[in-house]
């Protein structure tokens, strides 16, 4: 059963720093991307940072120059840094992979979210 389990959300000052992290279980075929999304309150859920099996990454422009996007192949985690925070940054943050089965069948999953409040 493939999981996802997020961790590293808290409450932070503006200016701040946070790593959020999500390990991933469960999946024995190769991760074509991996991405962090984020959802505020009455917002849509947005795509904040991806990363693809090459290691290529992309931001939405908003966070460029603040997050990173990275992971970690040994322990099947990856990772979120974000630093210089923004009130604006505030939303429930969720882990996504997705990846494609043997028979060429596309899948992913989703981790529970984690809360990031960034206070003014």
């Known amino acids: 059963q493939v999981q996802l389990v997020e961790s590293g959300g808290g409450l932070v000052q503006a200016g701040g720093s946070l790593r959020l992290s999500c390990a991933v279980s469960?999946?024995?075929?190769?991760?074509?991307?991996a991405g962090w999304y984020r959802q505020a309150p009455g917002e849509e859920r947005e795509l904040v940072a991806a990363?693809?099996?090459?290691?290529?990454?992309n931001y939405v422009d908003s966070v460029k120059g603040r997050f990173t996007i990275f992971r970690d192949s040994a322990d099947n985690t990856m990772y979120l840094q974000m630093n210089s925070l923004k009130p604006e940054d505030t939303a429930v943050y969720y882990c996504?992979?997705?990846?494609?089965?043997?028979?060429?069948?596309?899948?992913?999953?989703w981790g529970q979210g984690t809360q990031v409040t960034v206070s003014s």
């Open positions: 996504n992979i997705n990846w494609r089965t043997v028979a060429g069948d596309r899948r992913w999953a």
């Open positions: 990363i693809d099996k090459d290691e290529r990454t």
């Open positions: 469960g999946v024995t075929r190769t991760i074509n991307v």
